[in-house]
């Protein structure tokens, strides 16, 4: 809350209100006694930043403030007006002989306007406020003259408690009321705003949430709660190639041996000869060597050369049994920002990419998770993990604005492509072993042209080699070139790197089912898996 319109800043004189809170009463010494009683805090922004008002002094006739007549009278009407003088009346045993503003006196009939003008300093505003039962709220005296202390008339003393009944003290009564209603919301409302600021002014106000623990605790299931768990097993990979080319990447703690899990465009320039590191999020930084690599999957298998004690390794989900809509979390360095998180949901499964590493004509396929979590350059070989905090997927690619599918440096608009953690692990594990991939194939050349309806096997191989190989899983199962895949299992194929993408998701050895088109008729085949060790 603002003070600067409550209250009074430094010395400066409070505004002075535009009527009294009160009727007037006669200027009489006040109580020695009233003076030390404190009903109301000290207001330190009004009351003591304003210098004490004079002592009071009885007026007299000669120096009662004189008043401009109004139509409700005037001297000469006051002077002609018979008033029966009252005995005075006893003051209260437990009361002081002044009460400023406990039952007022009314003027005396044909008085002047009521109220006079006020001092340039009214009394309220002096050193403390005296308290009469029966008084208002927060405006006693100070020590001060009364202030609107009407002037006395010859041969006419004012009696407490008396006055002229009728009209005039019907209205001065309502004022009274709304002014001393008035008076207390002001005052409360002052002394409120006061508190609040401490003391000081000018300054705003603000409210903090008391209940709110300095630690406060995040369930699990949230994701403040899954990127505190997998944060620290998630590592920034810096890779620099002997040539002086380099960036940065994603991975992620496979195991407690020290394994990396990453893609192989992150490490690809420091590969055969240059440095790698991988930072963790506490900002501890470990040399690294790479263990093995799949440029067809985009998979890459590093060891921290002197792995620290306690790795927590991030738990593999099952990428299958994910639905679209499931939610998202990517954790990344987009752009070299480390430990970057980032949410969204399943777009689409089974999604056919074909990306390159931006530095060989060589592809990777996948059959791809698509997400919209805000995956960019930097991402990659990242996880992304479900609501539980299991890693489903590894991001990998992502649609720039360009048209083109793969790492450049476009930013995200929603187009993210991610390994399956199921077909990951299978790579990760025989790169662990043998330090090689292994490639599941059909044995057969098919287009990579994309508007073909299906995979169509090609007229022939590449460098003139037969597009299906003899004795083959392809041929074995009666396959000829010219013929049209256009489902493996129940996915429907549309291209070449579709079929390839699917393919890569199953191990060697494992039967599938083929449709395929010849001569405008449908029909099936069943192929066992064959094998192709390394990268071509």
């Known amino acids: 809350m603002s003070t600067e319109n409550e209250g ?91 009460s400023p503003y406990g039952a007022a006196p009314e003027p005396p009939a044909g008085a002047a306007s009521w109220p006079p003008p006020p001092p340039a300093v009214p009394s309220y505003a002096g050193g403390g406020a005296a308290h009469t039962p029966g008084g208002g709220v927060g405006n006693g005296s100070g020590g001060g003259p009364v202030w609107g202390a009407p002037s006395p008339q010859p041969g006419h003393t004012p009696s407490p408690g008396t006055g002229r009944r009728g009209a005039g ?76 080319e380099g960036g940065t990447g994603t991975g992620f703690v496979y ?40 440029q067809g999957y985009d998979v890459a298998v590093l060891k921290l050369k002197n792995p620290p004690a306690g790795l927590t390794p991030l738990p593999l989900g099952n990428s ?35 990306s390159g590493d931006g530095s060989s004509n060589k592809n990777s396929y996948m059959s791809a998770l698509q997400t919209d979590a805000s995956i960019n350059p930097g991402n990659s070989g990242g996880p992304l993990l479900d609501a539980t905090g299991a890693v489903i997927g590894i991001n990998s690619a992502i649609q720039s604005t360009g048209g083109g599918l793969g790492q450049s440096q476009a930013g995200s608009i929603g187009l993210g492509f991610a390994i399956p953690i199921n077909q990951a692990k299978n790579v990760a594990e025989q790169l662990i072993k043998t330090g090689k991939p292994v490639y599941p194939v059909i044995g057969a050349t098919v287009s990579m042209e994309e508007k073909t309806g299906g995979a169509a096997i090609s007229p022939e191989g590449a460098a003139g080699t037969p597009s299906v190989t003899p004795n083959g899983p392809a041929a074995e199962a009666g396959l000829k070139p010219g013929d049209v895949i256009t489902k493996f299992n129940d996915t429907v194929i ?38 192709r060790e390394g990268d071509s």
């Open 494 to 531: 549309d291209s070449g790197p579709t079929l390839i993408g699917e393919i890569w998701t199953r191990k060697p050895g494992e039967k599938v089912t083929l449709t395929y088109e010849r001569d405008g008729k449908t029909s099936t085949a069943e192929v066992t898996l064959g094998q």
């Open 320 to 354: 299958e049994s994910v639905a679209v809509g499931d939610s998202t979390i990517a954790i990344g360095a987009p752009f070299g920002l480390s430990n970057t998180v980032t949410t969204g949901i399943i777009s689409a499964k089974n999604r056919p990419v074909a």
């Open 255 to 294: 195991d407690k041996e020290g394994h990396i899990l990453t893609n192989n465009h992150v490490v690809a320039s420091a590969a055969e000869s240059g440095e790698l590191s991988a930072t963790f999020s506490d900002g501890k930084k470990y040399a690294a060597e790479v263990v093995g690599r799949a």
């Open 8 to 98: 009074t800043e430094g010395n400066a004189v409070p505004a002075v209100p535009s009527v009294p809170p009160a009727p007037p009463v006669p200027a009489t010494t006040p109580d020695p006694a009233a003076e030390n009683v404190r009903d109301e805090p000290k207001d330190t922004t009004a009351a003591e930043a304003t210098p004490p008002a004079a002592p009071p002094v009885t007026p007299t006739h000669a120096d009662a403030p004189r008043h401009t007549p109004t139509a409700q009278g005037t001297p000469q009407d006051h002077a002609a007006t018979a008033h029966t003088p009252q005995p005075p009346m006893p003051p209260h045993p437990h009361q002081p002989p002044h």
């Open 169 to 244: 003290g019907l209205v001065a009564a309502v004022a009274v009321a709304a002014l001393v209603a008035g008076g207390i919301g002001g005052a409360l409302g002052f002394w409120a705003a006061d508190r609040n600021d401490n003391g000081s002014s000018g300054s705003s106000t603000t409210v903090s949430a008391s209940d709110s623990p300095r630690d406060l605790k995040r369930p699990a299931g949230t994701v403040a709660g899954v990127a505190a768990k997998a944060l620290p097993s998630v590592v920034t990979i810096d890779a620099q190639g002997g040539d002086g």
